[in-house]
């Protein structure tokens, strides 16, 4: 589905300062709007320019708080479709409830397919998504998805910044098709640590399958919520001999104690990105250095608008 209209990128009060880096990358304007609250709590959204028959970019990743942040997009979507955009391209760098993506015990709700129906419902046309935390959520949505990765900019990076002797660490045998990916790209070795989970947010390193004994290890996740997962892959590493010690993921979500965790932890060097804000206390961990996916960003909603290949960025 193609528009006749011009590009016009809104943003939600999550993450407002990628919208503008996503402006300035396009060399366009932000859109106007008024975000705001009813002294209630209520949100309010009213668009203050003409948005008819133009092509939408919203951007709003709903991180924490997720349940505020996906109200604000559900309203703002409803806002556009009301104002007649020709097509509304929801922009979400971090989808929240992306964990919730299976019954894996009884009596749970699936709770990424019931936000994917919200989503649709609410007026998206498609969806702009980086790194979901399994990629069968593409799956529960009945709009088009482009489904991006953050590896780009991680490999650019540690090309740019080599490590000798680089081991890529997965935390867990899920995450085994992402680190071997990376481990092709940086030419390295490949490990994997056995994880068992007893209940949410709690996770015990069983072992680490592999040689590590020596070698500088990367460990990639798609997140990072508590720090418990990270901080244990990272103990099991050195206590099976690994000298220096990274880790790259996307989504920084910190929640908790995390920061306390990492900070305390066998990681040198923490790389995230900034599909969602750094909390105040995580941007001041020294070992955390933020990676922007504007670029990206920017360029898959170029060749959205002017229905081009996006291929290019799946890697």
């Known amino acids: 589905m193609g528009t006749t209209g011009g590009i ?9 300062k990628l919208a503008e880096e996503i402006c300035r990358q ?12 009813f002294s209630d709590g209520e949100f309010n959204f009213q668009i ?25 997009l559900l309203i703002m979507l409803d806002a556009f479709r009301r104002s007649s955009a020709e097509r509304i391209t929801a922009v979400i760098p971090y989808y929240g409830y992306g964990r919730s993506d299976k019954k894996d015990r ?65 935390p867990d045998t899920g995450g085994a098709e992402r680190a071997r990916a990376y481990a092709k790209r940086l030419d390295a070795e490949l ?39 990270l901080t ?18 996307t989504h920084g979500v910190f929640s908790g104690k995390a920061v306390e965790q990492l900070a305390a932890s066998d990681i040198e060097k923490i790389i995230v990105t900034n599909s969602i804000p750094l909390r105040d206390h995580a941007s001041e961990l020294d070992k955390v250095k933020v990676l922007s996916i504007a670029p990206l960003l920017a360029k898959a909603i170029k060749s959205i608008h002017e229905e081009t290949s996006v291929s290019s960025l799946f890697v």
């Not at 396009?26 to 609250?37: I, N, Q, T, V, Y």
């Not at 003409?50 to 109200?71: E, I, K, S, W, Y």
């Not at 709700?109 to 919200?118: W, Y």
């Not at 990272?234 to 993921?249: N, P, Q, S, T, V």
């Open 8 to 16: 016009k990128i809104f943003s939600g009060n999550a993450n407002p």
């Open 26 to 37: 396009l060399s366009c304007d932000m859109g106007k709007a008024f975000p705001e609250r």
């Open 48 to 72: 203050d320019e003409n948005v008819r028959g133009g092509d939408v970019f919203l951007v709003q990743p709903t991180c924490p708080p997720t349940d505020a942040h996906l109200m604000e």
């Open 106 to 170: 009884p009596r749970v709700p699936i709770s990424a397919k019931l936000v994917a129906n919200l989503i649709k419902v609410a007026g998206a046309d498609r969806l702009l998504a980086i790194d979901l935390h399994a990629a069968q959520i593409q799956g529960f949505f009945d709009i088009p998805v482009d489904h991006l990765y953050a590896a780009p900019v991680f490999i650019g990076y540690y090309q740019d910044h080599p490590m000798d002797n680089l081991t890529v660490v997965a």
């Open 191 to 229: 490990a994997l640590c056995d994880k068992r989970r007893e209940k949410a947010n709690v996770a015990e390193v069983m072992n680490v399958v592999g040689d590590v004994r020596g070698r500088n290890c990367l460990i990639v996740d798609d997140m990072c919520d508590t720090g418990g997962s």
């Open 232 to 249: 244990k892959v990272a103990k099991a590493l050195k206590e099976a001999g690994a000298e220096r010690i990274h880790a790259c993921f």
